[in-house]
């Protein structure tokens, strides 16, 4: 069924067919812990930690997404796939997309009101999402 899914998003468009590249899905892996080790750095700011742990999310739900032989233009895409790409349930994937929300907002409107607890929040959420990916590609050490 999850197969069938992320097939009828590439259908309407909101998906792209592209062959998986393992080389790129452990490249982003690297990125993903990367950016979440960063988020952890208690000399960083809580906006600068918010940033390096939705970044390790987004890289970490790209790579899942690429392991299925999809990607994305819009990426927010990757975060509402989570359900077809690792079987997360909804309620674990919406924190991601409101992490989306609220970078967006900051990005292009300048707005960025972000707390500690988001931060730790997202941090923990990300470790999981970097584990599973792990496991789906075999990845994991």
């Known amino acids: 069924m999850a197969a069938e899914a992320l097939a009828n998003l590439a259908r309407i468009g909101q998906l792209k067919v592209e062959a998986r590249n393992p080389a790129e899905v452990l490249r982003m892996l690297r990125l993903a812990k990367t950016r979440l ?34 990607r994305s233009e819009n990426r927010f895409m990757v975060f509402q796939c989570l359900p077809h790409t690792l079987g997360w349930p909804a ?24 707390e500690e607890s988001l931060v730790l929040e997202l941090t ?3 470790r999981d999402l970097i584990a599973d990916v792990e496991t789906l590609t075999g990845a994991r050490h």
């Open 124 to 126: 923990a959420l990300v």
């Open 37 to 70: 080790a960063d988020s952890q750095l208690a000399h960083v700011s809580v906006d600068g930690r918010f940033a390096s742990s939705y970044g390790a999310a987004h890289a970490a739900a790209l790579a899942a997404l690429r392991w299925h032989g999809y």
């Open 91 to 114: 309620h674990r994937w919406r924190v991601l997309d409101a992490a989306h929300q609220k970078r967006n907002l900051a990005e292009y409107e300048g707005y960025l009101d972000i």
